[in-house]
T-cell receptor
Framework: ETGVTQSPTHLIKTRGQQVTLRCSSQ?????VSWYQQALGQGPQFIFQ???????GRGNFPPRFSGLQFPNYSSELNVNALELDDSALYLC??????????FGPGTRLTVL | QQQVKQSPQSLIVQKGGISIINCAYE??????FPWYQQFPGKGPALLIA?????SEKKEGRFTISFNKSAKQFSLHIMDSQPGDSATYFC????????????FGSGTQLTVLP
């Protein structure tokens, strides 16, 4: 097991709502990256947090935001949900620039 | 645009055969090329990775071949087993603290018993 945990496992929301997804990094890792994986596609980088600061962002709108806490766990927040936000959201933890270990993901369905 | 193109989309191989998955990239700044394996309901798991200073890397039954001039790399799975049936993703990234992985679209491998 990689040690990265995510909650919840599954989530159903309606369009326009807000959602918060959570990730606990593997012990000792201070960097967390978030990815969105649409059905049948490869993961797409959303952003990365290092020591509680955003450290890189992919091509996602500002309604995707995040936090990292002093214990290096992290949250992904998505406001004003759209149907296209339905996806598997993956969290990966690592040391900076090192191999990323992925969690099992949170499956978000937007109706 | 930073893209990684992966083929084939799906692959069916007999047990004991060789599975070959190909990827091509555009950004010459990429210097780290990992392959991930993903089972249904699980997150991607790193299989093997290569840097452009070598042309081949082997770990057990898995081999990465890398062609820097062609900007292509491939995964070879020797002696494929039914347990290898999964989705495989190639990826690429640049050096730096924010190792942003750019993934291919995935290959669904089925190994027939």
């Amino acid at each position: 097991e990689t040690g990265v945990t995510q909650s919840p496992t599954h989530l159903i929301k309606t369009r326009g709502q807000q959602v918060t997804l959570r990730c606990s990094s593997q012990s000792g890792h201070n960097t967390v990256s978030w990815y969105q994986q649409a059905l049948g596609q490869g993961p797409q980088f959303i952003f990365q947090y290092y020591r509680e600061e955003e450290n890189g962002r992919g091509n996602f709108p500002p309604r995707f935001s995040g936090l990292q806490f002093p214990n290096y766990s992290s949250e992904l927040n998505v406001n004003a949900l759209e149907l296209d936000d339905s996806a598997l959201y993956l969290c990966a933890s690592s040391w900076p620039g090192d191999e990323q270990f992925f969690g099992p993901g949170t499956r978000l369905t937007v109706l | 645009q930073q893209q990684v193109k992966q083929s084939p989309q799906s692959l069916i191989v007999q047990k004991g055969g060789i599975s070959i998955i190909n990827c091509a990239y555009e950004n010459t700044a990429f210097d780290y090329f990992p392959w991930y394996q993903q089972f249904p309901g699980k997150g991607p798991a790193l299989l093997i990775a290569i840097r452009p200073d070598v042309s081949e890397k082997k770990e057990g039954r898995f081999t990465i071949s890398f062609n820097k001039s062609a900007k292509q790399f491939s995964l070879h799975i020797m002696d494929s087993q039914p347990g290898d049936s999964a989705t495989y993703f190639c990826a690429a990234s640049k050096s730096g603290s924010a190792r942003q992985l750019t993934f291919g679209s995935g290959t669904q491998l089925t190994v027939l018993p």
